[in-house]
């Protein structure tokens, strides 16, 4: 049976909540997911994010990152949408 938007939202919470503690076991009672690294809890979320978009309807969020050089090196992230000036 899928799972409501409800649902996926409390794993969620629960993921982020090991995540920001810096703990790798997420769940109480028999219901306990052990993930062997951060990266692994990482891509949970990724998945976790993309069932919830699907479950509400919309597309999951993609971002794009772009960084600019100077002539010294990294210049740090700009807005595509500005002028490069």
Same mark, same amino acid.
């Given at each position: ?18 995540? /920001? ?6 769940? /109480? ?41 100077? /002539? ?14």
């Amino acid at each position: 049976m899928p799972q409501t938007a409800d649902q996926i939202q409390v794993q969620i919470d629960s993921l982020q909540r090991a995540m /920001s503690a810096g703990v790798l076991i997420v769940g /109480s009672g028999t219901d306990k997911v052990q993930y062997q690294t951060y990266s692994d809890m990482a891509r949970a979320m990724q998945t976790l994010q993309a069932q919830l978009a699907a479950a509400n309807g919309t597309p999951p969020r993609s971002r794009l990152n772009y960084i600019r050089q100077n /002539s010294k090196g990294f210049a740090g992230r700009c807005d595509p949408f500005k002028d490069f000036s």
